[in-house]
DNA sequence: AGTTCCCCAATAGTATACAATATGAGCCAT
DNA sequence: ATGGCTCATATTGTATACTATTGGGGAACT
């Protein structure tokens, strides 16, 4: 029930499964932070053998979700409070380079997805500040929508797979929880003037807009940085080792 | 002595060894754009099991190096020259970023090092525009030192592993093979004044700097990109099948 | 001759077995 | 009591064995 027992990926090999559960777990906070994962746990927990998780945790690793000491084992990463903020600077600069060449590539097609992706967020707003995590799934996919939609009109391959694959994600999703009714709903006024850029082609304003979009969003994160709540929701690197007793 | 029989890289996991022969094999071009890689046959060569070879390829497919699809293995990434301009807008991006991060964050044990990347990089110019494997090895190796002291000066965590792991290299190495000693006189002379720009605390110059030094490589690159030998060279996808017939 | 189908060889995907390493508990000496 | 040593155990690292999938070649049929 809280497990995702096959989540709409059967069909793949084992691999890509233990991937997408561990990433799942780790992004929504099932695992948190500096918690090990042992390779047999794992592979017991989601009926596998140690191989394909194995390979799932080296991804990760990759990914930078996980940090992992040779003979010694795989945790989930902590990440600091400099790191929050270091990586969304990184990401404001990606993205921003995405919205420019977006902005020069726009089709009919990818505005009429970016609108849909806006609509879907209004309907994610709940009313209040509060968050369920169901509804902070269907807000943050929403997000996501927009935001791989514009990468997409970037038409950069790999741009979109460092965007994809390499920068937070987690921090995204957990932001959400933390952002107030009105900075979801600011979230999206950004989204549609990024959109109306877009169409016309600006290319600088489109970027700028992003940049700032994502800079305000970080400094939204990082003015509750100090809640012990949020650092715990986010996973900030207070652990360690996790005083289990 | 082509081979790098263990190059420095003993006391390492087999799977690190793998990984390292693996991808000097394909930025150094012994291994072609296209072609197949065996999980069995590399561990022949190299001695080793298929586990840390699978291993490997993984890796190095996470960083763009390796193209697999499932059940059907594993080739060389094969690069179109649209990619090489796209590598090079978004390589251009992130050091520019890394510079305007050193300049607020330089130290002088970090300016000390850049002058020692430039000297080096003074001393391996050759003479003329031809330049041998050995030859191209130095200069490479110079350029890394200096731009990895940049980013090291960055003080930012993801973005070093995405310069490392995850953008190009390949195409920089290969790069300096079709440069003239011209345009390798004047990447040096863009280091010394990213260099002054950095000890100034000049953020804004010293990101526009890295950002104008990146695209004047780049456009050196495109400017050869037809002749065809450079395409082999550089192992722009004439490929998918060799027809070898 | 061309086309289809089936079977086989090659190879990737996964599981298991074995080896190497690291951590912690308990013992001994001081 | 404390510090260091040894060994047991948990866990990772690597090799091997097994299974599943794919692509190609050849036989049979049209």
């Known amino acids: 029930m809280t497990q995702e027992p096959s989540g709409g990926l059967d069909g793949l090999g084992s691999a890509q499964r233990a991937y997408q559960l561990i990433r799942s777990s780790i ?83 990818g505005i009429a997805e970016l609108d849909a992706a806006i609509a879907a967020f209004d309907a994610a707003i709940p009313a209040t500040d509060h968050i369920e995590l169901t509804e902070n799934r269907i807000l943050s996919q929403a997000n996501s929508r927009f935001h791989d939609a514009v990468i997409e009109m970037a038409d950069h391959a790999r741009l979109s797979q460092l965007m994809a694959r390499t920068v937070d994600i987690p921090l995204v999703f957990q932001a959400f929880r933390v952002f107030t009714r009105e900075e979801r709903v600011r979230s999206n006024v950004f989204h549609r003037l990024i959109r109306d850029a877009l169409e016309h082609g600006e290319a600088a304003r489109a970027g700028a807009l992003m940049s700032e979009h994502i800079l305000m969003g970080r400094d939204s994160l990082v003015a509750r940085l100090d809640e012990a709540q949020v650092k715990d929701a986010l996973f900030l690197g207070a652990s360690g080792e996790a005083s289990s007793g």
Chains 1, 2 share one sequence.
């Open 27 to 109: 992004i929504e906070g099932r695992y948190r932070a500096g918690q090990r994962l042992i390779e047999g746990r794992i592979g017991e927990e989601f009926s596998l053998s140690r191989t394909p998780v194995r390979e799932a945790l080296r991804l990760l690793e990759a990914e930078g979700l996980v940090l992992s000491i040779r003979n010694r084992g795989a945790i989930v990463r902590p990440v600091s409070p400099k790191e929050v903020i270091d990586l969304y600077e990184l990401r404001a600069r990606l993205e921003s380079l995405g919205a420019e060449r977006a902005a020069t590539r726009a089709t009919d097609a």
